[in-house]
T-cell receptor, first 109, second 112 residues
Framework: SQQGEEDPQALSIQEGENATMNCSYK?????LQWYRQNSGRGLVHLIL?????REKHSGRLRVTLDTSKKSSSLLITASRAADTASYFC?????????FGAGTTVTVRA | GAGVSQSPSNKVTEKGKDVELRCDPI?????LYWYRQSLGQGLEFLIY????????KSGLPSDRFSAERTGGSVSTLTIQRTQQEDSAVYLC??????????FGPGTRLTVT
């Protein structure tokens, strides 16, 4: 069964705007990861945040983690057309990752 | 360096036939995962290999599905007597321990 759930399911924004998506999960975790998927094929790892971290940055990406609420958010700043993709959160509670259904982001030029 | 590779990239098969999907992980990665993704859905965990330990097969949907990993490297996912509901993209990933997973491009399986 899926551990994480992303919200919203889909997001459409104008190039240059920020995109925010959220992930909620059910059980305690060791870390939480965000992945991007283009064109329904392989996933690319974006960022990992550990359970004892609250915020992490990587380029235009900002991830927050609130373990008390069992939720995480991914912010993409100054979006570009190339950011159009599906974004998945994945929780690591043991030795395997559990993925949510993803948020589909469309960046309009 | 080489990433995770999968073959074939696309496979069309008739219902009832057996198929084999191959995954070549990144050299040195001890962990290997198989996932299935149906159209517009998230990833469904199928099976996990870690070193020489017994694999975690808890995600395999039926006994028609099996996988092996030879020599701690290449893995083959076998689906026997394929059904139309087996149609999906099958993704393989490898990692060092349980951290960042590196995904292959996937095999798109279509059962007609």
């Amino acid at each position: 069964s899926q551990q994480g759930e992303e919200d919203p399911q889909a997001l459409s924004i104008q190039e240059g705007e920020n995109a925010t998506m959220n992930c909620s999960y059910k059980t305690s975790i060791n870390n939480l990861q965000w992945y991007r998927q283009n064109s329904g094929r392989g996933l690319v790892h974006l960022i990992l945040i550990r359970s004892n971290e609250r915020e992490k940055h990587s380029g235009r990406l900002r991830v927050t983690l609130d373990t008390s609420k069992k939720s995480s958010s991914l912010l993409i700043t100054a979006s570009r057309a190339a950011d159009t993709a599906s974004y998945f959160c994945a929780t690591d509670s043991d030795y395997k990752l559990s993925f949510g259904a993803g948020t589909t982001v469309t960046v309009r030029a | 360096g080489a990433g995770v590779s999968q073959s074939p990239s696309n496979k069309v098969t008739e219902k009832g036939k057996d198929v084999e999907l191959r995954c070549d992980p990144i050299s040195g990665h001890t962990a290997l995962y198989w996932y299935r993704q149906s159209l517009g859905q998230g990833l469904e965990f199928l099976i996990y290999f870690q070193g020489n330990s017994a694999p975690d097969k808890s995600g395999l949907p039926s006994d028609r599905f099996s996988a092996e990993r030879t020599g701690g490297s290449v893995s083959t996912l076998t689906i026997q007597r394929t059904q139309q509901e087996d149609s999906a993209v099958y993704l393989c990933a490898s990692s060092l321990l349980t951290y960042e997973q590196y995904f292959g491009p996937g095999t798109r399986l279509t059962v007609t």
